[in-house]
């Protein structure tokens, strides 16, 4: 054998076989990190715990995956901000593109985790796995439930089976998709729901099972790219109701606001004085898009109300926090009405 083979060959032998897939895991806060006064207390404050504590709380990750840790920021939800979701969606380009990670996980509270996962599912440019996990009992609750989420999240993440559905998140054993998942209950372990079609898979026994794909576009297949950009459209949410107020959307009119969501009564109806200010807004260069308060169903375009004559969108299956999302990113690409009803009946 000539040295230089024998070189190679000796190499070639200290490489692992069958190296384990690289998972970076994105910390941003969220119950998953919380921290209560004793277990058995329901008073706990997110955000506390960093990432490097969650890895080492639950060591059977390294059984499934090279599994690496960053905090980006350590809040709770409710306060996700443009900031961290531009952030956020940079990171994660970054990591599945020039860096190579095979999966990122990343660790956010439930409150808002819906609403971020559509953000990158409509921003991050990869097939690769990227899963949201995140928890409803603090880290030091008495059966607290971040740490299977958080090992189902990377099994999800290593699993050939999750790539190119898209962003999920992993909950209580389910796998949701970022366009139907909604938090549906205020403190239940069982709180995320996935629409219609229900959720897409599960994860059981360290090993991730998808039933079903989503048909919307995402991803890889989405136009829209925050790589530069330093910042978002101002897209508000009125809130609709019986004898209903104009004046909140009369304020975001005034405040120069680019879009307005209606969470409307039934089909996206609005009360007749919000009609007026929205008209207005409308013409004025305000996009306004009409969504339901309803949990379920579609807010269907030209029924009760004319779209076509006042340019008015509607959300379709998408809900008023969702549709605030899609026509944030809208808005980055134009301000004609009809090509922003084209995304919501694609994305
Ligand atoms: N503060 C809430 C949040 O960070 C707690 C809910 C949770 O993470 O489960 O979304």
């Known amino acids: 054998m000539s040295f230089a083979l024998a070189v190679a060959v000796s190499i070639l032998a200290t490489l692992p076989l069958g190296a384990k897939p690289r998972v970076r895991i994105v910390a941003t806060g969220g119950t998953i990190a919380g921290v209560s006064a004793s277990s058995s207390s329901s008073a706990y404050t997110a955000g506390q715990v960093t990432i490097q504590t969650l890895i080492d709380a639950v060591p059977q990750i390294l059984d499934l995956a090279d599994v690496s840790g960053e905090q980006l920021v350590n809040i709770g939800s ?8 531009l952030a956020l969606s940079k990171r994660v380009n970054a990591l599945l593109g020039k860096e190579g990670y095979d999966a990122v996980v990343i660790t956010h ?17 990869s ?13 030091t609750a008495i059966s607290a439930d971040g740490p299977a989420n958080l090992y189902n999240a990377v099994a999800a993440a290593v699993s050939p089976s999750t790539r190119g559905k898209g962003v999920l998140c992993c909950m209580n054993n389910q796998l949701l ?20 079609a229900g959720y897409i898979g599960y994860v059981y026994n360290g090993e991730a099972h998808v039933l079903q794909s989503v048909n919307s576009r995402h991803t890889v297949n989405s ?10 459209p101002k897209v508000g949410i009125v809130y609709g109701y019986a ?10 009119v005034d405040a120069k606001f680019d879009g ?18 929205a008209q207005r807004a409308q013409a004025d260069g305000i996009q306004i898009v009409r969504s339901s308060r309803c949990p379920t169903g579609p807010t269907c375009l030209n029924s009760e109300v004319d779209d076509a004559k006042y340019h008015f969108v509607a959300s379709l299956d998408l809900n008023p926090q969702k549709a605030r999302i899609l026509l944030m990113l809208a808005l980055t690409k134009t301000r004609d009405w009809q090509q922003i009803q084209r995304f919501f009946m694609e994305y």
């Open 78 to 85: 409710q306060d996700m901000n443009d900031e961290v979701w």
């Open 109 to 125: 509270g439930t409150d808002t985790m819906e609403e971020t996962a559509y953000f990158l599912n409509l921003t991050v440019h």
């Open 127 to 139: 097939d690769k796995p990227v899963i949201l996990v995140g928890s409803m009992r603090p880290s």
């Open 177 to 196: 998709d970022a366009k139907s998942v909604i938090k549906a209950h205020t403190i239940d372990c069982d709180t995320f729901e996935g629409g219609p």
């Open 223 to 232: 136009e829209f790219d925050v790589e530069n950009l330093t910042s978002l």
């Open 243 to 252: 004898n209903c107020s104009p004046i909140p959307m009369q304020a975001f």
């Open 260 to 277: 307005i969501v209606l969470a409307g009564v039934g089909d996206g109806n609005f009360y007749k004085d919000v009609f007026e200010v």
